[in-house]
């Protein structure tokens, strides 16, 4: 930690180098945030399904970390003008993994997490669209999730961040970290040096090459997921998410629906010709049909598919570090959007403050050494 306020670079413009930058420049830093033109908003970002969430198969460490999250995303939600419209608490309806369901809701409830069951005359009170042939005999209610409009929402931060608190953003390519006398000094772009006190890495898969310059392995791979995207409806046809026993849906501030197999994203990730992957996503929009009456499923209409490459570490936790070398800090996991508030909050206080977050130390990069 420095005297003066310290400057720092970020490089990556997704969700978490959004929030990053947010909570580095409110807490007095003089931030500049890195990222190719085409690259504001990140390239995971985009194409994943932003689902904000605490919910099950996570160790309690994880756990509790995703539930800060949710919590300081409220909080931002109130600090930023404009992010309130893209981030919507409208709880989770869900009846997949049925075999697990009634686990899931006696860990979490006894976890302090707010989830009910709820029978089908109930599920179709939540989500009045959906058609009685589709409800299971009961189901499991979280009604403080939430979603994102992640793209969105990054370019909200970052442009509230320049804003407010005089953060820079630079159009080009980090090609490499830079170090003198063992601590990190600043980054090589395609055109130039900049130098700072600290250095942020958060660019999913591309912090994989950019670590490795500084001779840093991140243990971390691609985790493919397809998604696809209705035309925009004038009609609201979930008020939430629905995780049910096939396709998992919700429905964007915009209208459109976007339909995923898993909690990712899941099923057609691996292909790679185009004509295949729209294929994949009409089979997802013909099954996400017959969750909704007959007159509503005939709204539904494919418009285009996404294909995201999801950073997924090798254990997958996240890696979270905010001193992988002298000045060096980095960020780099899936459920980037659940844990993007928590990440930005966490790591600022560290690096402007002094504050060693404590309940991060297990996600540190040396658990993979140690």
Known sequence: MTSHPPSVIVVGAGIIGASVTWHLAEKGATVTIVSPADGIGGTATPNSFAWINANRGNARHYYELR?????RWRKLTDKVNGLSELVRWTGTVQWNHPETLASFLEEHTAWGYRVERVDTAEVAKIEPSLTGSALPPWAAHAADEGSVEPALAAEVLLKDAQARYGATLVETTVTAINMEDGRVTGVT??????????VVIVTGLGSVQLCATAGITLPVYARPGLLAHSKPLEKRLLNGIVLSSGPHVRQTVAGRL???ADFGGGGGGHLTDPEEQRQAGQVLIEEAKKLFREEDARLLELDFVTVGERPQPQDGLPIIDAAVLPGLAVAVMHSGVTLAAVVGDSLAKTIVKGEVDEALQAFSLRRFTD
């Open 189 to 198: 772009t395609n055109e130039t040096t900049l130098n700072a006190d600290h």
């Open 258 to 260: 976007v339909v995923g």
């Open 67 to 71: 539930r800060r999250s949710m919590q």
